[in-house]
């Protein structure tokens, strides 16, 4: 997309397979995690988020998994789609301050 | 709908000029942010403003104001003193703060040099 980055790491997923997006935060104090999407020209939009007293949350098709022992974040897309393509980044909250990470751009081919 | 919306979609910026974003929203949220996105970066914020008739800054503040006079609206002014302009601006709203996740974001204000 225009507006997230020329030199993203990319994921690129056949239709229909599983797709895994990770992400490496940076502080250990950190308390929460959210994963956002942002296509093309578009502002990021939530999928989910995780409390940093739980290592795995379940959404709609996605589930986030959290390893705290090796500061690792990991976003999980089931049966990935056409609609699914887009830059997808992390972000910790760092005493009451949000980082968040550069992104992986995914795309999927039929 | 409720949402964020920001305007305008492009804009562009002459030498020695300062140029407003507009931020409003309709959610109903109490804070609001203005983040600036790069390539290759993370967002990174440049104010935010937890109630009406207050702001703080972010990391990047410099060149940049902004007012807060109505809990919809947050614009942002780039001003001549930011040297950098050329980004895409996100605003951005949540319920009562950064405690209070996630954030909703707008589609962005894309701005450049002449």
């Known amino acids: 997309g225009e507006s997230v980055g020329l030199h993203l790491p990319t994921l690129s997923v056949q239709e229909g397979d599983n797709s895994i997006i990770n992400c490496a935060y940076s502080?250990?104090?950190?308390?929460?995690f959210i994963w956002y999407k942002q296509e093309s020209g578009k502002g990021p939009q939530f999928i989910i988020d995780i409390r940093s007293n739980m290592d795995k949350r379940q959404g709609q098709r996605v589930t986030v998994l959290l390893n705290k022992t090796v500061k690792h974040l990991s976003l999980q897309i089931a049966a990935t789609q056409p609609g699914d393509s887009a830059v997808y980044f992390c972000a910790e909250r760092s005493a009451d301050k949000l980082i968040f990470g550069t992104g992986t751009r995914l795309q999927v081919f039929p | 709908d409720g949402g964020i919306t920001q305007s305008p979609k492009y804009l562009f910026r002459k030498e020695g000029q300062n140029v407003t974003l507009s931020c409003e929203q309709n959610?109903?949220?109490?804070?609001m942010y203005w983040y600036r996105q790069d390539p290759g970066q993370g967002l990174r914020l440049i104010y935010y403003?937890?109630?009406?008739?207050?702001?703080q800054k972010g990391d990047i503040a410099e060149g940049y104001s902004v007012s807060r006079e109505k809990k919809e609206s947050f614009p942002l002014t780039v001003t001549s003193a930011q040297k950098n302009p050329t980004a895409f601006y996100l605003c951005?709203?949540?319920?009562?703060?950064?405690?209070?996740?996630?954030?909703?974001f707008g589609d962005g204000t894309r701005l450049s040099i002449l």
């Open positions: 959610l109903n949220h109490d804070a």
């Open positions: 502080n250990s104090a950190s308390d929460y």
């Open positions: 951005a709203s949540s319920i009562e703060g950064i405690r209070r996740q996630p954030q909703h």
């Open positions: 403003s937890q109630i009406v008739n207050d702001f």
